[in-house]
């Protein structure tokens, strides 16, 4: 299952390491109005329904630290964002994150319908910047990277939920 290969590749974070919680992340990837400097502006195509919540996450644009546990990242001074915010009920659906500045992230969008926090296989979707087809395992580093500008940066990322017996966009009927 994608979700178990996913988690095999994060390595168990060590005592030493600040206390887990959902909001790390969130002050600094924060968009606040009229602010200057680089940020992504990310559009979801496929969300599958209007309920639960869209949790966007951006990681240094390398395969070691890309969907790395968040603390060990924050810990160790790299780059590590989160927004989460509700799915409106109508209205198109745009999420903001302010990065540190111009550069190659690794992003990554979950569609967590049941508000978990965590990505579950048979009900969530998922998707990454640069839209990687998926398989059994995460996409390289490269495959979900972005080149941020010093200001505004648009992308889309389309998100896959599970399809038979592996991931993908849904089928527009």
Known sequence: MIATAVLATIPLVSAAMIPSTPDLGKAEGRCRANEQGAALIVDPVGLKDRKGNLKLEVYPANDHDFLQDDNVLVSEGKTFRRVEVP???????????????????????????????????????????????????????????????????????????????????????
């Not at 398989?135 to 990322?157: D, F, M, N, Q, Y």
Request: proline share 9%; aromatic share 6%.
């Open 87 to 173: 799915v409106p009920a109508a209205d198109p659906v745009e999420l903001c994150v302010r990065l540190p500045g111009p550069g190659r992230y690794s992003v990554m969008l979950l569609h967590d319908r049941d508000r978990n926090r965590k990505f579950g296989w048979s009900e969530d979707g998922v998707g990454f910047a640069g839209n990687p087809k998926l398989s059994w395992g995460k996409p390289k580093a490269a495959h979900a990277e972005v080149v941020a500008g010093p200001g505004l940066t648009r992308l889309s990322i389309v998100l896959n939920y599970r399809r038979g017996l592996g991931m993908g966009p849904l089928k527009k009927n």
